[in-house]
């Protein structure tokens, strides 16, 4: 019996040091590093319906380049556009509008001709120079 009270000091320091051991610091986030959204940084987000694609010359001109079967701007104005060529169809009659100070983009659903089972969208990025930058 008393050979196992010599042994508790030894198993208790070893256990401490194991528990203890094995710590490390906690990710401290210095306050100067964490961006801060104050009240002139406000986005302005909303679903429009039959956007105003014709009055956007960049933005009637980014769909026109993007599809080869489309000849005029008018034929943007299609409740939906085929990129036949990419093998999809957008849905230019509900877009999803997003502003944040100069810079904006319009969101569009797409349909790919084959299901994939996705769900895709074609976001229109406006550029410094006007433009728009298209993604999927």
Do not use: W
């Amino acid at each position: 019996m008393k050979k196992n009270f010599k042994r508790f000091p030894k198993l208790l320091i070893l256990f401490l040091v194991i528990c203890f051991s094995g710590c490390q610091k906690d990710d401290v986030i210095e306050p100067s590093k964490v961006p801060i959204l104050n009240e002139l940084s406000v986005f302005k987000i909303e679903k429009s319906i039959n956007p105003d694609i014709i009055k956007n010359k960049g933005l009637s001109a980014k769909l026109v380049t993007l599809t080869s079967n489309i000849n005029s701007n008018d034929s943007v104005l299609n409740r939906s556009v085929s990129f036949s060529e990419y093998g999809f169809t957008v849905d230019t009659e509900v877009a999803n509008y997003i502003e944040f100070g100069n810079y904006h983009s319009y969101t569009f659903p797409l349909e790919r001709d084959i299901d994939n089972g996705l769900m895709e969208n074609l976001l229109l990025s406006l550029e410094d120079d006007g433009s728009y930058e298209a993604f999927l």
